[in-house]
């Protein structure tokens, strides 16, 4: 496989301080300061001792979530060529293009652990590694990147927002900007509902049936519910996750019951209610077997997805070579003209 050139501003994978070659002594003096920044609610750099488990939550969080940001520019592509307009080409363009990005600045934040983007995709296409189960189900009408950017966008900012303090700085750095572009996704699929929901009674029909079906699987990209959520405790323990995943799931809940109304559509749950007692937003059950069967890779689009990662993966292997390539005449020119000023 290629070598990938290390991108600018991102300090080499050996540096980091849980590479094989970090020293076993450092490990009382640096558990202490570990716990003395996550005491403080400070911030763990790359270059801190952190404890290996901390280090391997991590990476499995971060690369899962660039996968999910790669992975889910492919149910939205679908529609480019299809948009109604120019203007909604070019929209959604930039929406798929802004994923691309988030999954390089989450690769690039992953790769300060110790881990190389090479591994994370090989783990990938290779069908190893996870990514959020919503992008296994298919886009099927101009609708659905409404309710896509509404639900789906949404669901991502009310994950994000708390991981812009995230205890790891390159992770939560990320997020800061991911969480400003999700902002405008969120928008655009919101405002695509609205003129739907406003035009002719098919319109407002397909509208509908798309909140219809991307409302529970939107609900599900929060992860199962905190009795059956193994990572949750130690993360929140880290401050690495702020708040539980039925917190979030019951906030989201809340912000889609007010906008539905703007919208002038309904969500598919008559079970959603405010709770004055608890003060929070309650739903009706969800088919969490479901979940699990997307999971296991066996949703409506698991095997699409990957397959058309994997090819993608295989038709750019001539952009990594001619990178890498281009990399090393670079350094091969800089020791030359070092000898020449020796
Ligand atoms: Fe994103
Ligand atoms: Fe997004």
């Not at 203007?87 to 988030?102: F, N, P, T, Y």
């Not at 989450?106 to 919503?134: F, N, Q, W």
């Not at 296994?136 to 991981?163: E, K």
Request: proline share 6%; charged share 25%.
């Amino acid at each position: 496989m290629a070598r990938i050139v290390q991108p600018a501003g991102q300090p080499a994978p050996t540096n980091a301080p849980n590479a094989p070659d970090a020293p076993a002594s450092n490990d009382a003096a640096g558990q202490a300061n570990f716990d003395a920044i996550i005491a403080k609610d400070s911030r763990v750099e790359p270059k801190d001792w952190m404890p290996e488990a901390y280090r391997r939550s991590l990476v499995r969080q971060i690369s899962q979530h660039a996968h999910s940001e790669i992975i889910g520019m492919q149910p939205e592509a679908n529609w480019i060529t299809r948009a109604p307009s120019l203007k909604r080409k070019s929209i959604l363009m930039a929406k798929v293009q802004d994923e691309a990005g988030h999954g390089l600045y989450l690769y690039s934040a992953a790769e300060t652990l110790g881990t190389t983007r090479d591994d994370m995709m090989d783990a990938l296409v290779a069908g190893k590694a996870r990514y959020s189960s919503i992008f296994n189900y298919p886009t099927v009408t101009w609708a659905d990147m409404g309710a896509i950017g509404w639900m789906v966008d949404g669901a991502a900012i009310c994950n994000q927002v708390p991981l812009c303090r995230a205890s790891y700085g390159p992770y939560g750095r990320a997020m800061v900007r991911v969480c400003k572009e999700e902002s405008f996704h969120q928008r655009q699929g919101f405002e695509i509902l609205l003129e739907l929901a406003h035009g002719t009674p098919e319109q407002k029909a397909m509208a509908q049936d798309a909140v219809n079906r991307w409302y529970a699987p939107s609900l599900m990209m929060f992860g199962p519910p905190d009795d059956d959520s193994p990572n949750s405790k130690q993360s929140m323990a880290w401050n690495i996750k702020r708040f539980s995943n039925d917190e979030l799931r019951s906030r989201f809940v809340g912000m889609l019951a007010e906008q539905v109304k703007v919208l002038g559509l309904t969500l598919p749950d008559s079970e959603i209610r405010f709770n004055e007692d608890t003060k929070k937003w309650e739903y009706g059950p969800l088919d969490w077997e479901e979940f699990k069967e997307v999971l296991a890779g066996r949703g409506p689009c698991n095997a699409q997805r990957l397959e058309r990662r994997r090819s993608a993966h295989e038709d750019g292997a001539w952009v990594r070579e001619a990178a890498a390539a281009y990399h090393d005449k670079q350094l091969a020119k800089q020791a030359a003209e070092q000898k020449a000023a020796a």
